[in-house]
């Protein structure tokens, strides 16, 4: 069975900072991107960083740029989101996700095929 697994959740206070982890079992998704979303309550799910296969490209949005930061460790198969300076409006539903294609490096359009079950953010102020 194919699972990819998030931690790292929790309650932290604005400025501080989290560091989320993806782990990846049954499979080995080496070859793919992939990528952190979220998702607030009664808002739309959002890419908020992006990796592909290799590490050497990344991608964020301007909503956490300088922030965020994505990194990957193909031999564990795990992927992890370190977050600084958090804000309040960083309060959502975190999701790691495989994106579809090998060795792709159009991070800012993948498409993931497989998620994981989330792990909640909260930011308080």
Known sequence: QVQL???GGGLVQA??????????SGRSF?????????Q???????????????GLNTYYPDSVKGRFTIS???AKNMVYLQ?????PED??????????GLRSIAIATMV??????????????
Do not use: H
């Open 72 to 74: 990957r460790d193909n």
């Open 112 to 125: 993931p095929f497989y998620w994981g079950q989330g792990t909640q953010v909260t930011v308080s102020s």
């Open 5 to 7: 697994v998030e931690s």
């Open 40 to 54: 607030a309550p009664g808002k739309e799910r959002e890419f908020v960083a992006g990796i592909s296969w290799s």
């Open 91 to 100: 309060t959502a539903v975190y999701y790691c996700a495989a994106g579809l």
């Open 30 to 38: 080496s070859d793919n991107a992939m990528g952190w979303f979220r």
């Open 83 to 87: 977050m600084n300076s958090l804000k």
């Open 15 to 24: 400025g501080g900072s989290l560091r989320l982890s993806c782990g990846a």
